[in-house]
Nanobody, 122 residues
Framework: QVQLVESGGGLVQAGGSLRLSCAASGRSFRGYGIAWIRQAPGKERELVAAISSGGDTNYADSVKGRFTISRDNAKNTVNLQMNGLKPEDTAVYYC????????????????WGQGTQVTVSS
């Protein structure tokens, strides 16, 4: 079992920055791939960024060059630094974990956090 708790969401103006954090507890965190997946109203969940147990990263085209995912296995945390935010980044952001990195890239996971709201005003 892996428990995930997100923090760091909020309201920001376009062009601003936010840093999301995901605190994980449970067994063998470092063996899991972790992803940030978002869902906007009326839309399906989509991958934002994923990081494998080995530190390989994968980003949605829409966030490449603006967002950075990182993990600290010693602290059981995964962070998402979001710069140059746009109104279309507005969504609920979920931290998700899976042993299957391919599934994560497809926005499917075994464990989910409760989500944190990110709102970008124009």
């Amino acid at each position: 079992q892996v428990q995930l708790v997100e923090s760091g969401g909020g309201l920001v103006q376009a062009g601003g920055s936010l840093r999301l954090s995901c605190a994980a507890s449970g067994r063998s965190f470092r063996g899991y791939g972790i992803a940030w997946i978002r869902q906007a109203p009326g839309k399906e969940r989509e991958l934002v960024a994923a990081i494998s147990s080995g530190g390989d990263t994968n980003y949605a085209d829409s966030v490449k060059g603006r967002f950075t995912i990182s993990r600290d296995n010693a602290k059981n945390t995964v962070n998402l630094q979001m710069n140059g935010l746009k109104p279309e980044d507005t969504a609920v952001y979920y931290c998700a974990a899976s042993l299957n990195i391919v599934a994560l890239i497809r926005a499917k996971a075994d464990y989910w956090g409760q989500g944190t709201q990110v709102t970008v005003s124009s």
